[in-house]
């Protein structure tokens, strides 16, 4: 009680929802809610006597077949008739008045009655009554009550029987409520607290969507009629969902009126966000079981990052210096931070650093899911709260205009912004990126090599979980050489090397194993949130439930009884965390069957393909994981990489997009398959022409432009080429790479492919005949000159430092033959 009556005082910001089933208003309609079957019984009783009045066959124990009945030998008319009169209150008890004077953000039921409505009335508060036929898009005043199966006092002979749900054949029409159940799985994902007020929970389609609630158990509360013997059935049912509470409607109407005599909070309305709260320290030396669930598993232990802040010591983690610049330029107000490195650089233990020091004097909120009234929160949060640092890790995966809006809200005012994202790669991302960089008050900072006593702090740390047996260095001064010379310092490569170690792919291995006895579909779900990990992101729980129409939290609860635990996977308040990135690949390339791990992505691509409108974060999984970069990364079997392409090949979104061409040409060509390689480049292009023809805007043909230049040079390194074929090739491939440096928004690709055709230049130049090749070096010269001059145009970061090393290599290669 004393959990219920916090969330409902935490509620008091607009973000409670109430659910009110049959038994809410049953005293009210004169039923009895003792009886077992409770309105239901007293419905069947009202349609059977009408049947029998009517001298037909009567008697049902079924609602579903009583109310069928009724439609096929009196007619829905009179059906709607005896529905609207017994279903029309004209009194409600004062405890339902009392309810409805909380500030609830939306009140949902199941009845058809108006009791809600007449208190409402009574209260003089303002609502909007919502029929399951109404648009849930559009705007109300108010208080929005929504009837999901229907509401009697708007019922029509027009609009009766889609409207009304009770028969067997009622349930068909659910399609037509379907928003208004999705609607509802959102307004409870972004509430404080959920009470479901006489409502059994037994009804099939509104469990499907409680199942991919995220968060859901935490919040929810049943109040049920007083008993001294709940159901058994009906408690286990409700259980499953939250809490069942046996105290009546006027108990809870008397914590209501408590609650409501209280000063209201002053927090603002959460969904997208979450405060942060500041851990308190460990008080000893981390053990080195922690530390490998740091370094394997990906488990953070906050107080241990704590402690090692506090002290200025790495006995967990390695304090990086990014960090101490990070909160440096968050001191000043409106300034915002944006950290960048490659998966698995440590960002994540970065962010978590930096908002442990800056949460000690002023409040932190960190982003937890991506809502689309996202600028709505962040004002309300700077209004009660205006130098608030707010924290937004994976930034990318925000659409452009509305990332800017949150920067342009933080830096007019006192707050502060701190960002994070992978390495960044994309066009879209570099695009970002620029418009980021074009803000002053952004200071963007890049996780570099470990060096200096980082090193020494590194070696010490992964001694204490393996060794160094592996890696075949003993002494301190090889393990220095070892992280600086053969791994570059790149914690990155670091990593990979401890990960694909035997020790580790061992441990990896017999987790993977415990999961071999459960069904395909929850096998797919695992290994699904793998690759998802694996192209750098931490995906919500309701997004994996969603997707597979199965509860993903259930799923991990089983196996954590059958298999005192899971350490692969592992949910952690709405998200789903499972080991590093570079570990989920290690996982997905030497432990998950190929034909496994494209099968779940053919599921995962095709679910959310299905799907009418994508999130932002489901587009961005979506895109990624139709690349073949990505899919190479753990499919090395061939066969399987063709079963992919020409699976999604059939579905008609798939065939219309470039990107889709594009990727499969990447395919073909890494089989050198160079006729179909080509086929699909072509098919990529018709795309395009499509798209512009479709949609009346030009396609960005950037992408397209860049592999054709690759693939030209890439045939021509197999061999396929030779002399006046060979020139062709690769004069088209240079023209090619010269259109693109001259690009005003210039990125690292066509640097690769620079490199790539002096390469070949420089190995098969000599079966060029020598008028042709004279042509062609001067081309590649002027190209090259023009390249080193414009490489400060490319997005610092990850695309800079690649691009400029390219440009080294090429200069010093070219130098022989130019």
């Known amino acids: 009680m004393e959990k219920l009556q916090q969330l409902l005082q935490n509620g008091r910001n607009g973000s409670a929802v109430l659910f009110c089933g049959a038994g809410f208003t049953a005293d009210c309609l004169n039923f009895d809610q003792e009886l077992p079957l409770g309105v239901t019984f007293h419905l069947l009783e009202m349609i059977n006597s009408e049947l029998k009045k009517n001298g037909k066959q009567s008697g049902y124990k079924d609602i579903r077949n009583a109310a069928k009945r009724v439609k096929t030998d009196i007619g829905n008319h009179r059906l709607m008739e005896l529905l609207k009169a017994r279903f029309h209150l004209s009194r409600i008890s004062s405890s339902i008045e009392t309810i409805a004077e909380y500030p609830w953000s939306s009140v949902y039921t199941t009845n058809y009655d108006n009791g809600l409505e007449l208190a409402l009335q009574g209260i003089r508060k303002k609502y909007t009554p919502c029929n399951n036929l109404d648009d849930p898009n559009t705007p109300v005043s108010g208080l929005p009550v929504i009837h999901l199966h229907g509401f009697a006092e708007v019922w029509t002979d027009e609009t009766f029987e889609q409207s009304c749900i009770l028969d067997a054949d009622s349930y068909r029409h659910l399609s037509g409520v379907r928003n ?69 409607r006027e108990a809870f109407a008397d914590q209501i009126s408590r609650i409501l005599q209280l000063e209201a909070p002053t927090e603002p309305r959460l969904a997208s966000f979450e405060r942060f709260l500041l851990p308190n320290a460990s008080q000893s030396v981390p053990p080195v079981a922690d530390i490998e669930d740091l370094f394997i598993w990906g488990k953070i232990n906050s107080a241990h990052v704590k402690r090692d802040w506090d002290l200025e010591k790495s006995d967990y983690h390695i304090i990086r210096s990014e960090v101490v610049k990070v909160v440096e330029h968050l001191n000043t107000p409106g300034n915002i931070a944006i950290l960048h490195g490659d998966i698995c650089d440590g960002k994540s233990l970065s962010i978590l650093g930096a908002m442990t020091q800056i949460a000690s ?184 439930s969603d997707i597979f129409e199965n509860d993903f939290v259930s799923t991990i609860d089983k196996l954590a009884v059958d298999s005192n635990g899971l350490r692969l996977i ?140 690759k693939f030209l040079t890439a045939r021509a390194a197999a061999g396929g080429r030779v002399s006046v074929e060979l020139f062709r090739d690769m004069k088209e491939a240079v023209e090619i790479v010269g259109r693109l440096m001259r690009d005003s928004e210039l990125t690292h690709h066509p640097y690769e492919t620079l490199l790539q055709i002096v390469k070949v230049v420089d190995a098969r130049g000599t079966t060029i005949p020598t008028d042709l090749i004279r042509i062609l070096t001067g081309q590649l010269k002027e190209i090259i000159g023009r390249a080193k001059g414009r490489v400060g145009v490319v997005p610092e970061g990850y695309q800079r430092i690649h691009a400029e090393g390219w440009i080294r290599e090429t200069e010093t290669l070219a130098a022989a033959f130019i």
């Not at 707010?390 to 990318?396: D, G, R, T």
């Not at 299905?610 to 999130?615: N, Q």
């Open 180 to 248: 208004w159940l999705e609607r509802l799985r959102f307004d409870i994902e972004r509430a404080e607290i959920v009470v479901f007020l006489g409502f059994s929970a037994a009804d099939f389609h509104l469990s499907q969507v409680l199942f991919n609630v995220t968060g859901l158990q935490k919040k929810a509360y049943f109040i049920n009629h007083p008993t001294a013997s709940p159901d058994p059935d009906e408690r286990a049912t409700q259980e499953d969902f939250g809490e069942a509470l046996y105290i009546g």
């Open 361 to 544: 004097g002023r409040p932190v909120f960190q982003m937890k899911h991506f809502y689309s009234d996202l600028l709505n929160e962040v004002s309300s949060i700077l209004a009660t709260y205006p130098d608030a640092v707010l924290v937004i890790e994976s930034c990318f995966t925000l659409r452009e205009d509305r990332l800017l809006a949150v920067v342009r809200q933080i830096s007019a005012g006192a707050g502060g912004l701190l960002l994070s994202t992978r390495s960044i790669a994309t066009e879209a991302e570099s695009s970002k990126f620029r418009a980021l960089k074009s803000v002053p008050s952004v200071l963007d900072i890049r996780l570099s090599k470990i060096q200096g006593r980082e090193v020494e702090e590194l070696s010490a740390l992964i001694d204490q979980i393996a060794g160094w047996r592996e890696f075949g260095a003993l002494s301190p001064g090889d393990r220095r050489r070892f992280i600086e010379r053969e791994c570059d310092g790149i914690l990155p490569s670091i990593l990979l090397k401890l990960l694909n170690s035997k020790y580790v792919r061992d441990k990896y291995r017999a987790e993977y194993n415990k999961i071999s006895g459960i069904d395909a579909q929850n096998r797919s779900m695992i290994i699904a949130a793998l690759i998802i990990t694996g192209i750098g992101l931490d995906t919500p729980v309701s997004l994996i």
């Open 570 to 709: 592992r949910v952690d308040g709405d998200t789903v965390r499972t080991v590093p990135s570079i570990g989920a690949r290690n996982i997905l390339a030497h432990v998950i069957d190929d034909k496994d791990i494209v099968n779940s992505t053919i599921f995962v691509l095709e679910q959310l393909n299905a799907k009418y409108r994508k999130s932002e974060l489901e587009n961005y999984i979506f895109v990624q994981l139709m690349r073949y970069s990505i899919l190479s990364s753990v499919v090395d079997d061939d066969a399987e990489v063709d079963r992919f392409f020409d699976h999604i090949s059939k579905v008609s979104y798939f065939r219309e997009m470039p990107l889709f061409w594009l990727q499969w040409h990447m395919a073909m060509a890494a089989q050198l398959r160079w006729l179909k390689a080509e086929e699909y480049l072509e098919m990529g292009y018709t795309a395009a022409d499509a798209f512009e023809k479709k949609r009346g805007e030009k396609y960005i043909r950037k992408q397209l432009e860049d592999r054709k230049a």
